[in-house]
């Protein structure tokens, strides 16, 4: 006797092949068997006729890490249908802990909006944390990865300095004792400091303990507008000299000096491969993109973390440097009108500010849009959220159109909430992909289900999900293919998907006709070594 039984779906595997008609069992975490008309009982029969069965969805590049502690089923991310999620990427992670600078680490996280656990952040290091996420009610899977801000804040601080050799060694220890612990590679964030003021030499040797373990390195690259070229080719050539498999997070053409050049991205990373270079990419399917208003601040103005910002935002002498830098930056990614504020805290600003364009609230404030950024982030102390329209719609349907982008929402997951605005992404992404950009015809579904699968898996090397087979692990997604649709857009992006059917995690069934079962199955997957 099976434990579950569904009959007669499309099954699209998760290799990019066409889909079959086929029946799926399960028997407990595992799936038992793909076949035609099965025919022995089971306790639980779904009937899938007109529907599609995939592998659950994998999102391979999340920050489900900041939202986990208040929000463990991950409600937006399971009811798209995804049941594992990549954490710490970026290079913003929650481990490893040095007690010297576990301040900092703080400061830096909670800049990245993330909320911890009541008793604080005990752990020091993997293990310690993923003992402390196991210890949730988990609706995914999560897969850590070492991010690298973390790991140079726990050994070199969170300035600018340049790690000494003891230090780059330090690190790498450090790096490779995650990677016995489990981690399946490590993130790093090129515009987040202090990810930042890493150099390419200091990348290159972490990414050879990556190469060592086998694992996956995700570079948020140091620039995705002007220096976007060069950029990509840092992250080629860490890819070329440490032989380690490298994942450009988020492949975007950022303002409009860039608009057009998705495809020239997609060729470059193509010749790279052929070369015989480890490289890929992720993407979310939004022309915009969300992040910290710091964003738009010089990164010479971050050294030292958000108090010194602060400081130099007071400072005379600096702050006219400042103004002018954050109007360029403005204007390149395509101007005060295109950027609108999405979190902030205090009631007043929220009032004034909150879901407005940069345009907007300065010429309420009677400010240039440049001044608006600076007294915004001194009020509410740097913790701003704002979303930018800097991408050209073509660049981002070409990029969704290769066959080695996976998808990756770069979101993470929440409960729809009133009042709290958003990125569109947390609660969109695959239902979006698989259907909206489907029936516009951008991709097939067959490749579409593959990129957020099948490829996210081999990417990780992560041998035991991402395929329907027998024997592996029974994550599952049953959708309607003609009706499934993301619902969250930009004026209100706390809205769940249509069409998701039934999403089963660890052969629990975790969604039952669009809502949650209250079946908490996910668990932390931890990478053998
Ligand atoms: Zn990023």
């Known amino acids: 006797m099976y434990t579950v039984l569904i009959k007669g779906g499309e099954v699209f595997d998760g290799s990019g092949r066409e889909a079959f008609r086929a029946d799926i069992a399960l028997q407990g975490d595992k799936i038992a068997a793909i076949g035609e008309q099965l025919k022995e009982p089971a306790e639980l029969v779904v009937d899938a006729d007109g529907l599609a069965v995939a592998p659950g969805f994998i999102d391979i590049h999340t920050h489900t890490d900041a939202t986990i502690f208040s929000c463990p089923m991950s409600t937006s991310k399971l009811l798209q249908g995804v049941t594992s999620e990549v954490i710490g990427s970026c290079g913003v992670g929650a481990f490893p802990v040095h007690p010297s600078y576990r301040g900092e680490l703080l400061e830096y996280l909670k800049i990245h909006g993330f909320s911890f656990p009541a008793q604080g952040v005990t752990w020091e290091d993997l293990t310690g944390y993923a003992a402390e996420l196991g210890k949730l009610k988990l609706g995914t899977n999560l897969l850590p990865q070492v991010a690298h801000g973390a790991l140079r804040g726990a050994v070199v601080g969170f300035g600018a300095q340049k790690p000494t050799a003891a230090m780059q060694a330090q690190m790498e220890q450090l790096l490779a004792l995650a990677m016995e612990q489990g981690a399946w590679g490590m993130s790093a964030g090129l515009i987040y400091p ?62 409009r000096t860039q608009w057009g050049m998705g495809r020239e991205c997609l060729e470059l990373l193509q010749r790279s491969r052929e070369a015989g270079v480890d490289i890929a990419a992720d993407q979310y399917p939004y022309e ?242």
């Open 288 to 529: 915009a993109s969300s992040t910290s208003l710091t964003a738009l601040v010089p990164q010479w103005a971050h050294s030292g973390g958000v108090a010194r910002l602060l400081e130099r935002l007071d400072d005379p002498d600096l702050v006219a440097n400042i103004k002018e830098e954050i109007g360029r930056e403005i204007n390149m990614r395509g101007g005060a009108e295109r950027i609108r504020i999405t979190a902030l805290a205090s009631p007043k600003n929220r009032e004034a500010a909150l879901g407005k364009s940069l345009a907007q609230i300065a010429a309420a404030w009677n400010l240039s849009p440049e001044e608006t950024v600076v007294r915004l982030l001194k009020e509410e102390k740097g913790v701003v959220n704002a979303v930018y329209f800097s991408m050209d719609p073509e660049d981002v349907k070409t990029i969704l159109s290769d066959e080695n982008v996976g998808v990756g929402s770069d979101g993470s997951g929440m409960a729809r909430e009133k009042g709290k605005t958003t990125h569109p992404r947390s609660f969109g992404t695959f239902a979006r992909v698989i259907g909206p950009c489907v029936r516009e015809g951008i991709l097939p579904l067959e490749l579409a289900i593959y990129k957020m699968t099948g490829l996210n898996a081999r990417r990780l090397g992560l041998t035991d999900r991402g395929l329907l087979r027998p024997g592996l692990a029974a994550d599952l997604t049953v959708f309607d293919p003609a009706a499934v649709c993301d619902r969250a857009d930009f004026l209100d992006p706390q809205q769940y998907p249509v069409g998701i059917e039934y999403v089963f995690v660890n052969g629990e069934l975790a969604v039952r006709r669009g809502a949650l079962t209250g079946a908490a199955a996910g668990r932390v997957l931890l990478k053998k070594p």
């Open 194 to 255: 202090p990810g930042s003021f890493a150099d390419t030499e200091e990348l290159i040797g972490l990414a050879r303990v990556i190469k060592d373990y086998d694992g996956l390195f995700s570079i948020h690259i140091r620039g995705e507008s002007q220096t976007l070229r060069q950029s990509l080719d840092e992250a080629i050539g860490i890819a070329r000299e440490s032989g380690a498999r490298v994942q450009i997070s988020h492949l975007k053409a950022m303002g």
